[in-house]
């Protein structure tokens, strides 16, 4: 652990693992926050609760803004663990001299996410700092959801299950990054944020038997299947030529030298289930998303590790993300 914070802690790779690890887990750790999941499954496993923050920059990008960002952020955890997103507390810190008007479409943002989720905000905190405290605005939301379908767990992958994506990967990051440096896209790329509870209840009610669930936000893919890999203590097998990446997505990486599984997503999530149910949740999922796809399937290859393998026939490991990546990005 180094002796001061960097960004690369917050990135969602290995830095923020051993932050988490070194000084949180060593403090904080019980049965409950050990398990590491998207949210905690509390009150004798009926609820689901987390708590996020957001301090993306720029507040508005195409596809959505800071305040969809966070309620979307929020729920979409709890829909993680299967449960239906229900009460939200809001907190926000506003720099002095916001505009008011802008506040305002930020909270619309948010009523509208809250009504497809069909939850509500019913507690929250206000406060005004001098100008130059914080960048704009930064909230946090925190949330409960009624758990539906039981026993969603990292911790239950084993061999030869299979591995699928809800949708193209990287979208999220690849559009801050053009509206924060200013790049003019000839293209329609915007974020993939959305609320994921709709598809994750067409799962449930497609008798779908989820294993694990994660939405791909800090990290990217890559960092789910890792932490994925490490807490069954299997290996996840990946072909490459499966990861659905749009075009214009590929394009920021080669700019920026990323991969886009290394990228932030707000509306994509990684899905585990059995065999037999790949076909049914991926007919599921096309209902939203042309691009959702297999991706891969477990194994005892290289138990804790993550193997991509190209369409050349060669194979690497897969390692969380490390260094800065994209700041600010949620």
Known sequence: MTKNITIAHGNGGEENNELIKNIFYKHFENEILSKSEDAAIIHNGELAFTTDSFTVSPLFFPGGDIGKLAVCGTCNDLAMMGAKPKYLTCSVIIEEGFSSRELEKIVRSMKKELEINGAMVV??????????????LFINTTGIGEIEHKGISAHNL????????????????ATIFAAREGIELESSLETDCASLYPQVKALMDAGIDIIALRDATR?????????????????????????PVQEQVKGICEMLGFEAVDLANEGTFVLAVSKGDEENALEVLHQTHETATIIGSV?????????LNSSWGTKRFLDLPTGELLPRIC
Do not use: F, Y
């Open 123 to 136: 507690s929250g905190d206000t406060k005004v700092v001098p100008k130059g405290s914080v960048d704009k």
């Open 219 to 243: 990290g990217g893919v890559s960092a789910v299947l890792n932490e994925w890999a490490k807490a069954s203590d299997v290996c996840i097998e990946i072909k490459e030529e499966k990861i």
């Open 158 to 173: 084993k061999e030869g299950m299979s591995i699928l994506v809800s949708r193209d990967v990287g979208a999220h990051g």
């Open 299 to 307: 194994s005892d290859q290289h138990k804790g590790k993550v193997i």
